[in-house]
C-alpha cells in the first residue's frame, strides 16, 4: 500500500504563497495520474490539479495561471506551488494516487470523485484571508 502525507498548508493573506508538498512512501507502479484536491465544509471534494506519470498536468479553471502542480519521481513527491492566493481557495487540500481510470489529462478527472483514487493523504489545511 501507499503512505500519503501532506504538509504546507498554513494562513495566509490574500495574494500570498504556499507550497504543498505530498511525500508517498513509495513509488506507486500502478499509478498514471496523481492529484490535488481541495475540501470545504459541506462540500465534497474537488480536484483542482492532476499531473500523469509523463508529465502532462490539467487545472480546474479557477486556479489557471496561479497553481501550478509537479512531481519529483525520484523523491516520491508531489508538489502544489500556489501563488496569487485568494479567500475561497481556503480548504483542506488532499493530494491522491492512482486513478482508477489511468490517465487523468484529456479525461474528466473533473468530476473525479474520492472513490476514483485509490490512495489519499491526510489533508493540509489551507486558510486566506480577505
Known amino acids: 500500500a501507499v503512505q500519503l502525507v501532506e504538509s504546507g498548508g498554513d494562513s495566509v493573506q490574500a495574494g500570498g504563497s504556499l507550497r504543498l508538498s505530498c511525500a508517498a512512501s513509495?513509488?506507486?507502479?500502478?499509478?498514471?495520474?496523481m492529484a490535488w484536491f481541495r475540501q470545504t465544509p459541506g462540500k465534497e471534494r474537488e480536484a483542482v490539479a492532476v499531473i500523469d506519470n509523463d508529465g502532462k498536468t490539467e487545472y480546474v479553471d479557477s486556479v489557471i495561471g496561479r497553481f501550478t502542480i509537479s512531481q519529483d519521481n525520484a523523491q516520491n513527491t508531489l508538489t502544489l506551488q500556489m501563488n496569487n492566493l485568494k479567500p475561497e481557495d481556503t480548504g483542506v487540500y488532499y493530494c491522491?494516487?492512482?486513478?482508477?481510470?489511468?490517465?487523468?489529462?484529456?479525461?474528466?478527472?473533473?468530476?473525479?470523485?474520492?472513490?476514483?483514487?485509490?490512495?489519499w493523504g491526510q489533508g493540509t489545511q489551507v486558510t486566506v484571508s480577505s
Open positions: 491522491a494516487d492512482q486513478y482508477r481510470f489511468g490517465y487523468c489529462t484529456g479525461g474528466y478527472w473533473r468530476r473525479a470523485r474520492e472513490s476514483d483514487f485509490t490512495y
Open positions: 513509495v513509488h506507486n507502479e500502478n499509478s498514471f495520474c
